[in-house]
């Protein structure tokens, strides 16, 4: 589902992103941890097409994206690998004037250029699923912040992607408000949703990825089942980052 090759991300100087070799299967659950500053936003990110990368190639379910490729030919494949890719962040980025419903529904509406009873019936569903169902009319503000985070992933599926890659989505989160996010993204799991997660939630990593990448400075440092990385990692930064955390 996503292939990266020698995958490069400069800032001006700063090379962020240092030949990542990247593979993601279907219905994979693969957890992306790191140090802060490691790249793993980066590199979320360019996997969605937010940033232009520098050097290497991304595949995602098949679209092929080359850094050598001319920019307007690029910027096609981007578009077509976010129709293939739903986002969550951190910050919930929801409109603030449009209802849970509204939110839910605007990719429809805009860009899929759906009619609104279609539309509308896709976003209800979504709602239910993720426990918002009653909440469907209610402003942003009237929820909580796991609501609202659950409303950001209702609005990613409304797009039907192949792919969720979600960056750090209960970092801003109250302490009781982490379970119910963590809920919503174990069930898309179970009905096979491929996933690339950067989370600090260890529990969450050890319990629902088949696989963990750990990554540090820009590269990826070990690769391993939960299990083994956990209580076998191999690598010295590892080691240092799992001690860290105890
Ligand atoms: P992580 O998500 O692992 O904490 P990031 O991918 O956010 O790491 O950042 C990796 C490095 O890239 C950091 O040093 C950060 O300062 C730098 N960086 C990220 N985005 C930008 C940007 N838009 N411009 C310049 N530097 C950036
Ligand atoms: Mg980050």
Request: glycine share 8%; net charge positive; proline share 4%.
């Amino acid at each position: 589902m996503i292939t990266t090759y020698g995958l490069h991300k400069s800032f001006q100087q700063h090379e962020v992103l240092k030949g990542i070799d990247l593979h993601v299967a279907k219905s994979e659950i693969v957890v992306l941890l790191g140090p802060s500053g490691s790249g793993k936003s980066t590199l979320l990110r360019s996997l969605n097409g937010l940033e232009q990368i520098t050097a290497g190639r991304i595949e995602v379910n098949g679209i092929r994206l080359d850094a050598g490729l001319p920019a307007r030919r690029q910027a096609k494949l981007i578009r077509d690998i976010r129709r293939q890719t739903g986002m969550v962040f951190q910050q919930f980025n929801l409109y603030p004037h449009m209802t849970v419903l509204g939110n839910v529904i605007e990719g429809l509406r805009t860009v899929k250029k759906m009619k609104k009873d279609a539309a509308v019936a896709i976003g209800e569903r979504l709602l239910d699923r993720v426990g918002l169902k009653d909440k469907m009319d209610a402003y942003p503000s009237r929820l909580s912040g796991g609501q609202q985070q659950r409303a950001g992933i209702a609005r990613a599926l409304a797009m039907d992607p192949q792919i969720m890659l979600f960056d750090e989505p209960t970092s801003a989160l109250d302490p009781e408000l982490v379970g119910e996010v963590l809920l919503v993204m174990q069930e898309l799991a179970q009905e096979g949703m491929t996933m690339l997660i950067v989370t600090h939630e260890m529990k969450f990593a050890r319990n629902a990825a088949n696989r963990i990448i750990f990554m540090a400075d820009g590269v990826i440092v070990e690769e391993a089942p939960p299990e083994q990385f956990f209580e076998a990692p191999q690598q010295e930064r590892s080691k240092r980052f799992l001690r860290q955390l105890s």
